[in-house]
């Protein structure tokens, strides 16, 4: 199963996703498994060998959105998630009821308290332009002011072509208002159970059908214009609405 700290490292290169046509790429249920040949080299593709020649940031820099007084802990394990992955600078923008606990966890994050400023905005296009890949979501709450600055935060980033994760109560504004994303294929969308049932019900109009897990997800992504979904489970199914991977190896939560 994937976390979404695990799956950050992915988004980077979600514009070079290998065509598998219709055909799902199933990985086995199985702790000595190999990793897939196609996982490899989509990996490789976007994962750049170190060489002296770089300089600070030329490793990725990203921005995760999320963090108010209530949770401070998933911004922050997103954010150093990051860190150890390998990109140079992480940074987290937060309410400012957040940002002292969140920057007391670690001196490594940049932590910006924006996100229930009322120049959220405006603030945000001086750092937005720095960044490489935003993660939307993790411990943001559902305060509609924060929301609405987080949606000003998703539209300038769909201005500037940035890719986007979009988790937890990110997805929670998502269902409220799908147009915001609607069609921004460099986006993936990484509901759990609950999640996934409440935005394919908006999108598609019914619930889900019990027997056919695949079919729903590359629905959902279809009728988002190709969305990249990331459905969490014991079994993860990622789908663009054309190709397909089903996930069984273990993993965190």
């Avoid at 994937?2 to 086995?28: C, E, H, M, T, W």
């Avoid at 490899?40 to 108010?68: A, N």
Wanted: net charge neutral; hydrophobic share 40%; aromatic share 8%.
């Amino acid at each position: 199963m994937f976390s979404l700290s695990s799956f950050i490292v992915y988004i980077a290169g979600k514009s070079r996703l290998r065509p598998q046509g219709n055909r799902a790429l199933f990985i086995p249920h199985n702790k000595s498994h190999t990793v897939p040949v196609q996982l490899l080299g989509m990996v490789r593709s976007f994962v750049p060998p170190l060489t002296y020649e770089f300089h600070k940031g030329m490793m990725g820099r990203i921005g995760i959105v999320g963090g108010c007084r209530e949770y401070t802990g998933a911004p922050y394990y997103a954010a150093i998630s990051a860190l150890k992955l390998g990109c140079d600078l992480s940074y987290v923008f937060c309410t400012e009821g957040a940002a002292t606990a969140i920057k007391s966890y670690s001196p490594e994050l940049i932590v910006l308290p924006y996100l229930d400023s009322v120049s959220a905005g405006q603030e945000m296009e001086n750092w937005i332009q720095r960044i490489h890949v935003l993660v939307i979501g993790p411990g943001l709450g559902r305060e509609k002011k924060i929301l609405g600055n987080t949606k000003d935060i998703v539209i300038q980033a769909k201005e500037r072509g940035l890719p986007m994760v979009i988790d937890a109560d990110g997805l929670h504004m998502i269902t409220e208002d799908p147009s915001i994303i609607i069609g921004y294929k460099k986006a993936i969308l990484t509901p759990n159970k609950v999640e996934f049932e409440r935005l394919f019900e908006k999108i598609v109009g019914h619930k889900p059908h019990d027997t056919d897990l695949v079919g729903n997800v590359n629905t959902l992504s279809r009728k988002m214009g190709n969305v990249t979904i990331l459905q969490k489970g014991e079994d993860d199914i990622i789908s663009d609405g054309d190709n397909v991977v089903f996930h069984r190896s273990e993993g965190g939560c």
